[in-house]
């Protein structure tokens, strides 16, 4: 459909548009001397995102899988609230942080430092890539993290008996053995931020534009939306992030040579840091202040104002709890929260299970064509959200089936949407497994079925749990379909924020998404706890 | 859907060959399997594409019945008009009552048999671009039909009419009566709207109402003010008239959305070169010195500039007064300049041709464009359409503001967004 759109000369949906078949769009797109640098504005933020989120994310989960670093459970919720805040949301408080004229950052530089002008400009490339490097080091963190918990420490003390020390064995033996989950959060944030549109569209627009950027100006910003070039430029956008994916399948083709869970037992012992756990631990507070704190006190402390003047001892005799009330009473909302709880249950369970299964015929098996169907489920993730919202739109009215303007809409854009993911997550974990344990299992005349629930779920059981937590937060805030799709009857809680983000009502806004994170953090927790004693069982 | 029926298919067939040959783990067989499933994904997706190509005829036709049967239903309605007209000279004359006085009492047997109609629906959906009217309108509306329940969905200019648009197309519920500002003569062009004319519009003044008949004004709104912070400029230092913007000492500090969207983006501009006798050459003059000041380009709407002029971002900005007011009421440090006139912008409302509320849908407009549906917006600080009504604002009810129609906007979009691209965007 979206190729089809792409290649009409007029909106799919209009019967009586020009029907007319037509490269034109193409043309005009590669043609023009914009794409070239739309091309290049992609690449860089995404690549120096994704770097960004790397880096931080694999640092921070080697961290606390391997090492005694102490208040592993505290700090981990706080590493987790970044993707919990919707997008828009945090590029504005980065903005009240890191503004030339009111960021809070800069005014306490500028004053330690006695500079005149304001040394960090959020509204430039660097912001972005800082705002969604942060944000994807929590996702990275969270991708990284199972497989860094499910990892033999086994091969790590061999080299440490051969004689390199702590940084040189997790340099030479730990992250080459953890390559799969790193590439697939590679992959997963090089695509998104590829993607993403609020942080490009804050911080970045009008003068710095990426596709995505590009894709909903032609859509919006005329008085007739331009679909094709929109579909055009969407289509460039899934070329450079199939060429993503298909790097990362080559690179991982050969599973055997991670998998480090094998029948032999292991004890995971932890590295002893000895007196450098102090530093390290004084940097991660220091860091996680400077990235989460800050933006989510800044968040919850907006949430309780009338209005948001910056932080001031007068803000302070203004605080009262009246954004919440004036939520619950806001209407329609309790709709929208039925609806967001609702869905992002269904749609975590749904597509955690969908994801294993397909992970397990894509790593596991032999089957002839699983790279297909990895591929097949791995596509959506291409889309940008308003795109595939788009192409939504244009198949159910076209098919009526019923389904438009209710929940199971929302549900199957989510899934869809999602399903790339969850496969994310499972699969990356379970290349981890060495085959000979379910050969044992199926020796020992176990069948497929049993196989599966009794050997590889359980061994696979924290990626699975952070799967379903990855696509329970992102169903909660999901907002580019949504907007799409939703009608009368059908609202999210993120289109509800929308509202109230485009009506310029901020603090309501900032008292939403504190509701959201309390949403979000509520399963985590519950989840850690879960996951801690199921990974015990094991 | 069909991408879920292949993943339906594809696991399941798995599941048959691993329980029938997990003993041996036959994997031609497997590969069989797939690539059966391959071969009818692929006619599964000619199928697709074919019926999608070919939806579209038909499409077309049924749009053309459509147009049929609401003409010939428009003509049976005049007949019946033409009828009932009749029937009163009739009864005046039978009875001897004057005409007038018959024709009233007509008008109010015609309303009380709209309303049992519209009581029977029970139901009216709303579509309107504003986040405050359509609740506001709501729980009145309610409290005086309760048995009538008003179901409405608030969206933003395109997004909006798009949605309305795609719906009625595609012939699914849809919103019965809906109220857009630019997008609303072009759905008239379309024939997605139902003619209608309540006896409440007669006293409102021609500009604000569609000469035949498809919509009427529910409110205005002024757009592309000055505002500032009042924590940073006293009063009595804030810009005066448009050439105050031009002074060096707001250099760096006004900010303004992001003209390359277009639409309400650039209304305020066009309201400068109608103030300045549609000279392109004095206007581009104007725009030269104003870029000179490097203003701050906000992307977005007004969601993204008014939290930034409240917490100091920049002290001035173009906004839009009825959100300026709002925060003012709150006690946010803003307020805005009314010498600069700048843009008053009309809200229309209208019926759906494929209303699937229709008599709900007609009480509701006739309502909300009457005297109780008028004073709600009032109450709500927007400004009403209804003659007689003042908004409680009294600087909102201000002459003097440049009114850039619909059709204007359209015709002159091309012409701004490229001058603003290259004057203001252009701008190191």
Sequence with gaps: MLIYGSLRASSPLDPRGDPRITADNYIRVFTDPTTLSLLQNTLVYAVASTLTSLLVGTSLAWLFARTNVGFKRFFEIIIIVPIMIPPLVAAFSWIFLLSPNVGIINHTLRFVLGLKEAPLDIFSIWGMVWVSGLYGASSTFLLTSVAFNAMDPSLEEAAKISGSGVVSAAARVTFPMMAPAILSAAVLQFVQSAEAFDVPAILGAPRFLVYSTAIRFALEGKTTPDYGQATAYAINLLIITIVGIFIYQRLTSSSRKFATVTGKGYRPGLIDLHRWKYVVMVVIICYLTLTVVLPLALVLFASLLPYYDGVNVEALSRISLDRYAALLVYPNFDRALRNTLFLAFSVATVTAILSAVIAYIAVKTKIRGRGAIEGLATAPVAFPAVVFGLALVWTYLTFKVGIYGTIWILFIAYVTRFLPYGVRFTSSNMIQLHSDLEEAARTSGGSFAQVFLRVIFPLTILGFIAGWFYVFIHSTRELGASLFLMTHGNEVLSTVLFDFWSFGRLTDVAALSALLIFIGVIPFIFLRFAGRRFGRLT | MLFFTILHLTIGIIKYEMRCCSSSMDLSRIGLGLSLLALVSAVGSIAYVNQTLGGIPSQLSTIENNQKQSEQRLAAIEAAQKQTEQNIRGVAAATGVPLGETEALQRQIDFRKLITDAEREGKVVFYALSQDVPPALAKAFQSKYPKITVDYLGGHGAT?????????????????????????????????????????????????????????????????????????????????????????????????????????????????????????????????????????????GSGNIEPLLVVGEFPIAIANPHNIEQSKQQGAPVDWVPSIRAVKEVYWIGLSKTASHPNAAKLFLSWALGDEGQR????????????????????????????????????????????????????K
């Design chain 2, 376 to 427: 709600v917006l009032a109450g709500i600080n927007h400004i009403p359409s209804r003659p007689g009504i003042p908004p409680e604002l009294k600087t909102l009810a201000g002459e003097g503001y440049a009114f850039i129609s619909s059709e204007y906007r359209d015709s002159h979009d091309a012409q701004f967004r490229k001058l603003f691209e290259d004057i203001v965007l252009g701008q």
């Design chain 2, 160 to 300: 909006l009419a798009k949605k309305f648009r795609d719906e009625t197309s595609a012939g699914v519920p849809s919103a019965d009566v809906i109220n857009l500002s630019a997008d609303m003569p072009p759905l008239k062009k379309d024939g997605l709207l139902l003619k209608y004319s309540p006896p409440e519009v007669s006293i409102y003044p021609s500009e604000l109402k569609d000469p035949d008949g498809y919509y009427a004004s529910l409110r205005q709104t002024l757009t592309g003010v000055v505002a500032y912070n009042t924590k940073v400029i006293p009063k009595d230092q804030a810009p005066k008239t448009w050439d105050d913007l031009l002074d060096p000492k707001w250099k760096g500090k006004i900010g303004i959305p992001d003209g390359k969207l277009g639409g309400g983006n650039l209304v305020w501009l066009m309201a400068r070169y109608v103030q300045l006798g549609e000279n392109e050459a004095t206007f581009k003059v104007w725009l030269q010195r104003f870029a000179a000041n490097q203003p701050r380009i906000v992307s977005g």
